[in-house]
């Protein structure tokens, strides 16, 4: 029963009980009464008028479906009746031909009036369309008062059901007029654009409109207000997913489900309690309203809730016989909506991505985006680098970007780096994605490969995908990617807007592994130098005098870059080089200029150890090896007058002096050379001292480039050269010979058995003609450098499938000296055909390690391969061929001296083969000089001791490669004694050069420069075009490319680091090599037990990587040197073919010349050799020459070995480097 108002005294209260009285029985009985008041003019006898609002209602709703379907069948009608006229004219037309121009008329007439109805309808159309701005403004507008007539509904359902109401004093009734006057303007314009005006009279929102808006004109003229249907504005909500979608709001498939699914189910249910509000609250119309019973619109809402869940507590249920009515229906209804809504509703909200938000960009941070493969591997690698504590304070957020989400074990990965660590579910592929994570504003994108694919060129492709949808979106952004396959970069010069000179890069794990293979074939041990340099290891202290205490010391170096103090401007390189090592405790190995005339990095040039001819200049950057970044900040802060009377260079801060500021936003710098002098016409012979050079690319800047007799070919040689010949590729930087059939360079068993190699290198190859290609191009262009002269290239064996092998030829048969033997690396007959036991190094590779799903069993090939050569046992009395490999001697040095020479007493002869005469070397150690710690009987009868290094895909198994270390298998890859030896490599440890090139793109620059042999962008390009190396002239400009610095061994046991190799200081060593022959030393190569200071049967070596001043060398150790190029090497090697003399005169001035005094056996050993060479000389037109690149001379050939005793070729065996760059003494031979 609805509450009724009280008057305000008795009086009032008599006149309202009489007029109760005087009412009717059957009014009296309904005990309902309107309440009013005296200001208010309504109907005195408190009548109901819910049947004027109701009819107005029905009224207008079948009172225009009567005159839709009128119409209707009015037109019908009138077409049938015209179609019957136009049958009859037609026959008229036939016979009456005149009367066709009244036709005209009428039928133009009646086109321009349905012209006139169609832009009228198309107007209305475009008005409520949300394909256009003001349709889409009108839609909003009308969903918008939907709503909020919808909640004046909701504040009215608390009043009386029917009330009188004074229209100018009720604000809710004006402004629920308002809403209604506009959505009675927003109904014409519909109803003029439906196609169907029918339909259209029955459509829901219609219905809505009908049973609600004539309600609201009613309660103006009767001075009343029913709440009535008004709850139908609850079905407009159905409609909510649309105007989200016209505001741009929902963009996913999924959204759009659960806003729709949730906008159904609250419309229906909130009409629905707004149904059984009006019938509790009115009563039923045949019980004179008596039942009725007074519940809150939110008790039906509730009521209704606890109904489609069939929970049902029962205090609150409904009493009419029309709400009853309407629960049974609703029931059926109502749970079947429950049912099927609430359950996918709720598996939309759990299935909602937990990752799918935006990243908010901080004010003053930057953040970098990382894609690609994603896994715990790959971040926690990713994130151990990025986030090492020796870095500076790296203010940059990492945000990753994959359309998987994490598990469990990333998940907490994430959340223990939360701080600096975000992960966003999504695809780069995706454009909606990539705004999300910001990637307009990221400082870089970074995209990780699986390295463990089936298919590398798929994986490829996918990260090329990624790159150019990156780029797409925003062609600014830097990028370094991943890259497995090296024949696969060249697609990322399609992509117009990657840019290599604006800091996008791709770390091709292929090129950069194989390469690092290569060095160590040339300096066993390299790659694990470099690849701790670049990885971010902790510094881990051991009390303990072992060889782990040293290698540690030397993990703990990282490679940093810094600008150069204004101390510094005008120094040499080498001076500066000294300084920073001596004083600063830093070491300086190579520094950036910037070139206009360079096509390259913002015209950036990189020089790995110049000469001394190089001058520094204001805001040169330097290239440093050192423990953390803050001991680099000394090069910058040096001043020589607040610094120079400083030892400890912990107190070498920033002083208050007046000093130039660099950094990259201002830095023009440059390398000047001093090339006034050398520019003159006529030089004297002291200005003509030649300092070696190194440039990085052909287009260097010629500022650098000496044009000295020296440095190139002098006006007498161009005359003599023969530019017809093609020695070295378009570049200068690789030899190069003509393409050669590989049948030509195939040898049989029999064949390579009877070929005496030495010196070589092999490569086990594991591979089928199903396998993935690896890129041994790779492998050979560092070994084929063109810093090498032609007599010090290694010959390079094959030893594998040949169908593997036939395939990779295409991008191998212009490279000189290379052998192929089909077979297969575990074939004990195989390895010894190719004298493995005399190789320089075993190289192990294969194609088939990603076949494979179990991983510990992805290596199975290789390990199998090394246990297979450690465990051979080779014939000691053939005697040992180490002429070749003897240990470097530094450029200049007397090597035809056998007082100076490393090896003594070579005495050559020769002997007849097979018909051939082949020289012979026999050597005939030192005797007076023998090591105290290493013994003497070990020797290459084992094949322990062969110079191996075996390719890893899986770092757990290096623990089965040494049978006798002690390695933990949980040990980190880097911390086990075969990576620690160079004996191992592993893919993995180049992830670190992902997070190294993000701080400094130049040390990736480095690294390919040292490693790869010289390739740079250009020659990637020509690769590109072409896929194989092209055959280019000698001139002038590419024979300059040649002058650039290699990684050598420098051996101590003799020469003129003999005096410090026992005992001496290594920072004594160090400024030794670097003021005589501008050699720069970085590390050293030493055996594992030399700490031991007993004989020891192990010949394992460690790397030490810059090692302090004051550590003590031993005769056993080998030194890791940037060497510059020797030109005179090549000029020695002609003379000692032509001549039987070798003439001292042509040695470069600035070489190392030892006083004639200090070699007293110098006459007796030339005449000695000259005697050698004369047999030689005089058969020189008869006898082949090898290694030539001939058709008829494809197979290689080497020096065959005359048998010596063991203890003899025992003591040469152990002062053997495992390099080849080293100047071989062999049987001499012409450069091509």
């Known amino acids: ?154 504040i009215d359902s608390s009043k009386p059901i029917e009330s009188c109401q004074q229209f100018d004093k009720d604000y809710t009734l004006q402004i629920d007029m308002a809403f209604n006057v506009f959505f009675l303007l927003y109904f014409g314009l519909r109803f003029i654009a439906a196609n169907d005006k029918l339909w259209f009279w029955l459509e829901v929102n219609s219905v809505v409109d009908f049973f609600t808006v004539p309600p609201v004109f009613v309660s103006v003229y009767l001075n009343r207000s029913w709440l009535g249907l008004r709850f139908l504005r609850a079905l407009r909500l159905i409609q909510f997913s649309e105007i989200l979608q016209f505001l741009n709001i929902l963009k ?246 990657w840019n290599w000179k604006e800091g996008d890069d791709a770390i091709c794990l292929a090129e950069l592994k194989l390469g690092f293979i290569a060095q160590s074939c040339l300096a066993q041990g390299l790659s694990t130098m470099l690849a701790n340099l670049f990885s971010m290891r902790s510094y881990i202290k051991i009390e303990e005098d072992t060889w782990q205490k040293y290698y540690l010391e030397g993990v703990a170096n990282e490679m940093y870059t810094e600008y150069l103090s204004s101390a510094f401007v005008g120094l040499s390189f080498p001076t500066i080089c000294e300084l920073c090592y001596v004083k600063l405790k830093l070491l300086l190995i190579a520094i950036e200029y910037k070139s206009d005339q360079r096509e390259s990095r913002g015209g950036k040039c990189t020089l790995i150890n110049p000469g001394n001819h190089v001058k520094m200049q204001e805001g040169t950057l330097g290239f440093f090896i050192a423990s953390d970044a803050k001991e680099v900040k000394r090069a910058l802060f040096y001043c020589k007058a607040c610094h120079d009377d400083i030892t400890d260079p912990k107190r070498i801060k920033k002083c208050g002096c007046k000093r130039m500021l660099y950094s990259k936003s201002n830095y023009n710098g440059y390398i000047k050379s001093i090339v006034d002098e050398e520019q003159q016409s006529t030089l004297s012979p002291k200005k003509k001292q030649r300092n070696g050079g190194m440039r990085t690319s052909p287009t260097c800047s010629p500022k650098i480039i000496r044009h000295d007799p020296l440095l190139v070919p002098g006006h007498d040689q161009m005359e003599t050269m023969d530019e017809n010949i093609k020695k070295y590729d378009s570049t200068g930087m690789f030899h190069w010979c003509p393409s050669k059939d590989i049948e030509k360079v195939m040898l049989t068993r029999s064949e390579a058995a009877m070929t005496v190699l030495s010196g070589h290198v092999v490569v086990c190859i594991f591979g089928d003609v199903k396998s993935a290609l690896i890129g041994l191009r790779n492998l050979v262009m560092p070994l084929r450098a063109s810093n090498f002269h032609y007599h010090e290239l290694k010959p390079i064996v094959f030893v594998g499938s040949l169908e593997y092998l036939k395939r990779e030829w295409e991008t191998l048969h212009n490279f000189p000296k290379i052998s192929i033997l089909p077979g297969t690396p575990l074939s004990r007959a195989d390895l010894r055909a190719v004298n493995i036991n005399l190789c320089d190094m075993c190289v192990i590779l294969s194609a088939n390690q990603n076949n494979i799903d179990d991983a510990s069993l992805q290596d199975k090939e290789c390990i199998l391969a090394s246990l297979n050569i450690k465990s051979m046992q080779f014939d000691d009395s053939i005697g040992l061929l180490q002429a070749n490999s003897q240990g470097f001697t530094p450029p200049g040095m007397d090597r035809s001296s056998p007082e100076n020479s490393p090896v003594h007493r070579l005495v050559r002869k020769t002997s007849i083969t097979t018909g051939a005469n082949i020289p012979i070397i026999t050597e005939l150690a030192k005797t007076e000089k023998l090591l105290p710690l290493v013994s003497l009987s070990q020797d290459k009868s084992s094949g322990n001791n062969i110079p191996m290094i075996t390719e890893l895909v899986n770092d757990s198994n290096v623990q089965f490669l040494d049978q006798d270390d002690d390695d933990d298998p949980d040990t980190e890859l880097y911390l086990t004694q075969p990576f620690a030896c160079g004996t191992a490599f592993a893919v993995s440890v180049l992830d670190s050069l992902m997070s190294a090139t993000y701080f400094n793109d130049n040390i990736l620059t480095l690294i390919r420069t040292l490693v790869t042999g010289g390739a740079t962008p250009e020659l990637e390009g020509l690769l590109a075009e072409e896929n194989a190396l092209r055959g280019g002239y000698s001139t002038p400009q590419t024979l300059a490319n040649r002058d650039r610095c290699r990684v050598a061994q420098l051996a101590l046991y003799d020469g003129p680091f003999a005096d410090l190799g026992d005992g001496g200081c290594y920072g004594d060593l160090f400024c030794k090599a670097l003021k005589t022959y501008n050699m720069l030393c970085f590390g050293i190569y030493r055996l594992r037990d030399a700490h031991l200071g007993a004989p020891s049967q192990c010949t394992k070596r460690y790397v030490i990587t810059n090692p302090p001043y004051n550590f003590e060398l031993v005769p056993t150790d080998l030194i890791f040197c940037l060497m510059q190029f020797d030109h005179n090497a090549g000029q020695t090697r002609s003379n000692l073919s032509s001549n039987s003399t070798y003439c001292p005169s042509k040695k470069s001035p600035s ?82």
């Open 1151 to 1232: 070489a190392l010349s030892i006083p004639s005094s200090a070699r007293p056996g110098r006459s007796r050993s030339r005449d000695l050799r000259d005697k050698q060479n004369v047999p030689r000389t005089n058969k020189g037109v008869s006898d082949k020459t090898w290694y030539t690149d001939e058709p008829e001379n494809s197979f290689p050939r080497n020096t065959q070995t005359k048998h010596t005793n063991t203890h003899t070729a025992n003591q040469t065996s152990q002062y053997k480097s495992t390099s080849n760059i080293i100047q071989p003494i062999r049987e001499v031979e012409e450069e091509p």
């Open 1 to 154: 029963m609805l509450p009724t108002e009280e008057p305000d005294d008795d009086e009032g209260d008599e006149k309202r009980l009489s007029a109760i009285m005087s009412y009717p029985p059957a009014v009296r009985n309904m005990a309902v009464i309107i309440p009013y008041t005296s200001d208010v003019p309504c109907d005195a006898r408190g009548q109901r008028m819910w049947w004027a609002f109701l009819a107005s209602s029905m009224v207008t709703f079948f009172g225009g479906l009567f005159i839709i379907l009128l119409w209707r069948t009015l037109k019908y009608l009138w077409t049938v009746c015209c179609h019957c006229k136009t049958k009859k004219k037609n026959l008229q037309r036939v016979s009456n031909p005149a009367g066709l121009g009244d036709g005209v008329t009428k039928a133009a007439a009646v086109v321009s009036e349905v012209g006139w109805m169609t832009s009228v309808k198309d107007w209305a159309g475009v008005m409520i369309s949300a394909q256009t701005l003001t349709g889409r403004v009108l839609v909003v507008l009308v969903f918008a008062l939907s709503i909020g007539a919808l909640v004046i509904y909701f």
């Open 252 to 497: 996913t498939s999924n959204s759009i489900k659960l806003v729709n699914l949730c906008s159904i189910f609250i419309s229906t249910w909130l009409t629905a309690a707004g149904f059984i509000h009006l019938v509790e609250n009115s009563g039923d119309p045949w019980e004179n309203f008596q039942n009725s019973q007074p519940l809150s619109y939110w008790e039906c809402v509730y009521l209704l809730m606890v109904t489609m869940s069939t929970v049902g507590y029962g205090d609150v249920c409904a009493k009419t016989t029309l709400g009853r009515l309407f629960m049974v229906f609703f029931i059926l209804g109502g749970l079947a909506m429950f049912a099927s809504y609430v359950p996918e509703i709720i598996e939309l909200i759990g299935n909602r991505k937990k990752y799918g938000g935006s990243y908010s960009a901080v004010n003053g941070r930057k953040h970098i985006v990382v894609c690609g493969h994603i896994t715990l591997e790959s971040v926690s690698n990713f994130l151990k680098d990025f986030l090492h504590k020796d870095r500076d304070d790296v203010n940059v957020e990492i945000v990753f970007l994959h359309n998987i989400s994490p598990n469990l074990e990333l998940e907490a990965l994430f959340k223990r780096h939360f701080t600096q660590v975000e992960f966003y579910q999504g695809s780069v592929l995706n454009p909606h994605d990539l705004a999300r994570v910001k990637i307009e504003s990221a400082d870089a994108c970074l995209i990780l490969a699986n390295k463990y694919c089936a298919d590398p060129d798929a994986e490829d492709a996918s990260n090329i995908m990624r790159v150019i949808s990156i780029k797409n979106y925003h062609p600014k952004i830097r990028i370094i990617t991943q890259m497995l396959q090296y024949h696969n970069k060249a697609h990322l010069l399609n992509i117009p807007s």
